[in-house]
């Protein structure tokens, strides 16, 4: 391989490993813009916009109503394994790859 070349495939894999994701939970809607003369964001998800500006990413919603129970501390409360059961008004929503569990208003 000759270096250029070598050069930028390793760029091409930092990026793929530290690339940023905006998102609290799941990951970004591909190639979709949804900042500044960007398009709205599909059903199931909202636009998650950096206060500079700097990146405006489709989020998938968590919950369909509201936003995920947090704690007086400000984290969310875990319902998935080892956690807690949610309150009543409140139902786990879980990953389906268990990456995160929430509680959200039923």
Request: neutral net charge; hydrophobic residues 30%; charged residues 15%.
């Amino acid at each position: 391989m000759n270096m250029k070349l070598s050069i930028v495939v390793l760029l091409c894999s930092v990026y793929a490993v530290y690339s940023f994701n905006p998102c609290p939970y799941g990951e970004p809607l591909a190639n979709h813009y949804c900042g500044r003369g960007g398009s709205r964001c599909p059903n199931n998800y909202y636009c998650e916009i950096a206060p500079n500006d700097a990146y405006a990413e489709c989020c998938p919603k968590i919950c369909q109503k509201g936003v995920p129970l947090v704690s007086s501390d400000g984290s969310t409360w875990n319902c998935g394994r080892g956690g807690v059961r949610c309150p009543d008004g409140f139902e786990c929503n879980i990953a389906p790859t268990d990456a995160w569990a929430v509680c959200c208003q039923k």
